[in-house]
């Protein structure tokens, strides 16, 4: 997540910097700030994936967390 802060700054830096290089009709300025937007995005997306991927995973392992500790609840009743 740490990443994903200062990409969404970056983002919304090259879009500013890009909507007043198109009102000013300076489209060197507009192509390097496309090409910072395009950048940003991708990150952007690749840090959602991996989170999607973070989580699928956490949640994986919680259910099998519960699984083995109902497992040992279960055997702990029955021991006594």
Do not use: F, W
Not at 11 to 38: C, F, H, P, W, Y
């Amino acid at each position: 997540m740490s990443k994903t802060l200062p990409m969404q700054r970056l983002v919304n830096e090259a879009a500013s910097r890009l909507a007043t290089a198109v009102k000013t009709g300076d489209m060197q300025t507009a192509k390097v700030t496309q090409i910072m937007l395009d950048s940003g995005n991708d990150k952007l997306n690749e840090a959602m994936k991996q989170l999607v991927d973070v989580r699928a995973c956490k949640e994986k392992l919680q259910a099998k967390l519960m699984k083995s500790t109902g497992y040992i609840r279960l055997h702990s009743v029955v021991l006594e």
